[in-house]
């Protein structure tokens, strides 16, 4: 038996949608699924445009370009994230500023943010780590008071709710990713949403290798090639048709989890008040007074055919960024120590639930008799 941290659930129309595109020939990135799909998400996401790309790199890449982020200038971002947020600064020779974790949500500390503001600043860019919407209301005042585009990074976050709105339609401009263990997929593939017409705009003409739209054939800027095909686009509205499905099974399995681990070595993911968590992937923390460390637990579950991740390691401590930062970011550190995502994947069973909630119990357990 192996029980997979995620893994694609393919349940609805994916498909038949699909057959629809092989049976017109329009698999590439020409056809109607492209429109339909960045239709939907648009509504669904509540913000006035969508616009698809090959992954929820490139789309954060399209971003920092249509916001014309470029030679040093400073995007602020959490160290304790995945790797393409910062990343995505560096292809445009900015530079990331990193902030650390708050100890309860995982996210980037609010309150730590406005030291890290210079007079390079141009963005601040928010990831909703593992479905827990960041504290949007203070970031936004922030973003006023210094003249800053505010970012979302929403890769881990489709279908989270901060104070009745949607991430990834509160800032300015918002990325997806449609990896395979994203909440939804489709394969590989990313979205980008915002109200600004002009920048939706820009980036349409960016992703397709910059293109004028007066002249195939002529080309004002160096563009790229990041553009979505018709099939995946296909796969990708046939699994925004099943989202609520999905964000009601995930919290289902967030709330199975926490009922039947309550043990006091064990932090859970949270859900704040002004919060809806779509718990992307449902994570735990060891804590100081439990006497087993992050990766003899995974080992042990890996034996038992539990498939787990660790945390993210900080960007901080990458060589790619360690080389020219040298600040200490303590909570970010020892969450990426500490913090396992747990089988997540909606097509999880009760059985298999309760057979991983049995297996980190019994191991615990079992560490305390070796003492
Ligand atoms: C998955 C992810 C991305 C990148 O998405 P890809 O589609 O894999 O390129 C970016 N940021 C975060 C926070 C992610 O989790």
Not at 44 to 55: F, M, Q, R, V
Not at 78 to 106: C, G, H, K, Q
Not at 236 to 253: H, M, S, T
Request: aromatic share 10%; net charge neutral.
């Amino acid at each position: 038996m192996k029980i997979p941290v995620s893994e694609p659930d393919l349940c609805g129309n994916e498909k038949k949608y699909v057959m629809d595109c092989l049976e017109a020939g329009w698999v590439s990135s020409a056809g109607s699924y492209v429109s339909k799909f960045e239709k939907k998400f648009a509504e669904y996401i509540n913000s006035k445009y969508a616009t698809t790309c090959s992954n929820g790199t490139t789309a954060l890449h399209l971003t920092l370009l249509a916001l014309d982020i470029k030679n040093k200038d400073e995007v602020v971002l959490p160290t304790l994230t995945f790797v393409s947020s910062a990343n995505s600064i560096l292809y445009n020779n900015a530079m990331p500023v990193f902030v650390d974790s708050e100890i309860d949500t995982w996210n980037m500390d609010v309150k730590k943010i406005e030291d890290k503001i210079t007079d390079k600043t141009k963005a601040i860019m928010v990831v909703h780590l593992y479905g827990h919407p960041v504290d949007m209301d203070p970031v936004l005042e922030l973003c006023k008071k210094y003249d800053l585009y505010l970012i979302e990074d929403t890769a881990e976050a489709l279908g989270s709710e901060y104070k009745k709105r949607k991430t990834g339609s509160i800032g300015d401009i918002s990325s997806f990713s449609f990896y395979g263990n994203k909440t939804i997929t489709t394969g590989e593939g990313g979205m980008i949403t915002t109200d600004d017409k002009e920048l939706i705009e820009k980036i349409n003409i960016i992703k397709n290798q910059g293109k004028s739209p007066a002249d195939r054939y002529w080309h004002d800027t160096v563009g790229y090639n990041y553009r979505l095909t018709n099939l995946q686009s296909a796969l990708g509205l046939a699994q925004l048709e099943n989202i609520d499905k999905f964000v009601n099974k995930k919290r289902e399995i967030a709330k199975y989890y926490r009922d039947n681990l309550e043990i006091k070595g064990i932090a859970h993911a949270v859900e704040k008040d002004y919060a809806f968590n779509s718990y992307w992937m449902y994570s735990i923390v060891l804590k100081n007074n439990i006497n087993i460390k992050q990766d003899e637990m995974m080992k042990h579950l890996e034996r038992q055919g539990v498939e787990t991740r660790g945390f993210f390691h900080p960007m901080h401590t990458l060589p790619i960024y360690s080389s020219y930062y040298k600040e200490k970011f303590p909570i970010a550190e020892k969450l990426a120590k500490s913090g396992i995502n747990l089988p997540s994947s909606t097509k999880i069973t009760d059985d298999q639930l309760d057979y991983v909630c049995d297996k980190i119990k019994y191991i615990i357990k079992k560490e305390e008799w070796k003492k």
